[in-house]
């Protein structure tokens, strides 16, 4: 991880700096998206080995939304990059101008073997983030062999407009997915539920235990998108010696295992019990069931 994101921050560099020395406004666009996956492999390189230290009085979940953190900044990063391409670009369709189509040619062809290299480099990840990069490694390399037709073609045609075309195309494609993704991150760091089927699921789990005849106050939150939380009240259908209660608790237990939740806590209340949670208003009944 910590060559691809050299790799990819030194070539983003030299695509901009090539990009104004060539007049390419589609060279341009490739840098801002190498600029963000390079930001993209940088965070998770450096948030990943920082959020795998240990919970302190403070952090009391320890650190993993940090990578949220890290996702959130490399959107808003891409979305004023992506916004200023367009904003070059979409004038040059009135007026385009030919860039220097051999300097094109040999980015292109740069571009092609440093994202190839990065991806052949990420290709053995086993966690998320390296399989999701390496991904995006891929898909640069594609985005360059675009530009390596595109450059190809202005040398035989002399179309000028492809360049800014190319540009408008890189940049939307890039927009459309980095504000998919920010909007996902900022839900997550919303508490928005990571995944309804999967908290529906955690609910039939739980209400198909014998014991139980209602749940309610049941939160399902991620810390990072990958490790997920759960709080939630359960009403057990009888008063439980402390056997029974032990029974009940082990029984929560197996059904729950196979989500692999990262954190859960788990209250059990008795028939009738006021649930402590309650507002005011209905203290002297259970709180807002949702079965």
């Given at each position: 991880?910590?060559v691809a994101?050299?790799?990819?921050?030194?070539f983003?560099?030299?695509?901009?700096?090539?990009?104004?020395l060539?007049?390419?406004?589609a060279i341009?666009?490739?840098?801002?998206?190498?600029?963000?996956?390079?930001?993209s492999?940088?965070?998770?390189?450096?948030?990943?080995?920082y959020?795998e230290?240990?919970?302190?009085?403070r952090?009391?979940?320890g650190?993993?939304?940090?990578?949220?953190?890290?996702a959130?900044?490399?959107?808003?990063v891409?979305?004023?990059?992506?916004?200023?391409?367009?904003?070059q670009?979409?004038?040059?369709?009135w007026?385009?101008?030919?860039p220097?189509t051999?300097?094109?040619l040999g980015?292109a062809?740069?571009?092609?073997?440093?994202?190839g290299?990065?991806?052949?480099?990420?290709q053995?990840g086993?966690?998320l983030?390296?399989?999701?990069?390496?991904?995006?490694?891929l898909?640069?390399?594609?985005?360059?062999v675009?530009?390596?037709?595109?450059s190809?073609?202005?040398?035989?045609v002399?179309?000028?407009?492809l360049?800014?075309l190319?540009?408008?195309?890189?940049?939307?494609f890039?927009?459309?997915?980095?504000?998919r993704?920010?909007?996902?991150s900022?839900?997550?760091?919303l508490?928005?539920?990571?995944?309804?089927q999967?908290?529906q699921?955690v609910?039939?789990?739980l209400?198909?235990?014998?014991?139980v005849?209602d749940?309610?106050?049941?939160?399902?939150?991620?810390?990072?998108?990958?490790?997920h939380?759960?709080?939630?009240?359960l009403?057990?259908?009888?008063?439980l010696?402390?056997?029974?209660?032990?029974a009940?608790?082990q029984a929560?237990?197996?059904r729950?295992?196979?989500?692999e939740?990262?954190h859960t806590?788990?209250?059990?209340?008795?028939?009738?019990?006021?649930?402590r949670d309650?507002?005011?208003?209905?203290e002297?009944?259970h709180c807002?069931?949702?079965?």
């Amino acid at each position: 991880m910590a060559v691809a994101f050299f790799l990819n921050l030194g070539f983003a560099i030299i695509e901009f700096i090539g990009g104004v020395l060539t007049n390419s406004t589609a060279i341009m666009a490739d840098a801002v998206h190498d600029l963000g996956d390079a930001l993209s492999i940088g965070f998770a390189w450096g948030m990943g080995r920082y959020s795998e230290r240990p919970a302190d009085n403070r952090f009391t979940y320890g650190f993993r939304r940090l990578s949220l953190l890290s996702a959130l900044l490399n959107g808003l990063v891409l979305i004023g990059g992506t916004s200023w391409v367009l904003y070059q670009s979409i004038p040059r369709l009135w007026d385009p101008q030919m860039p220097h189509t051999t300097g094109m040619l040999g980015l292109a062809i740069l571009g092609i073997a440093i994202n190839g290299y990065a991806a052949f480099r990420m290709q053995g990840g086993k966690t998320l983030n390296e399989k999701v990069l390496n991904w995006h490694l891929l898909e640069d390399m594609l985005g360059w062999v675009a530009v390596l037709i595109v450059s190809i073609v202005m040398m035989l045609v002399e179309l000028p407009i492809l360049d800014p075309l190319l540009a408008i195309c890189f940049s939307l494609f890039i927009l459309f997915n980095v504000l998919r993704h920010t909007a996902s991150s900022i839900g997550l760091f919303l508490q928005r539920s990571p995944d309804l089927q999967m908290q529906q699921d955690v609910e039939q789990a739980l209400l198909s235990l014998p014991q139980v005849t209602d749940i309610h106050h049941l939160h399902f939150w991620s810390l990072d998108g990958e490790k997920h939380v759960l709080t939630v009240h359960l009403v057990s259908a009888q008063m439980l010696s402390a056997q029974q209660y032990q029974a009940l608790k082990q029984a929560v237990n197996e059904r729950l295992q196979p989500f692999e939740l990262a954190h859960t806590t788990i209250e059990i209340e008795h028939p009738q019990e006021n649930c402590r949670d309650a507002k005011p208003q209905t203290e002297h009944a259970h709180c807002g069931h949702s079965h």
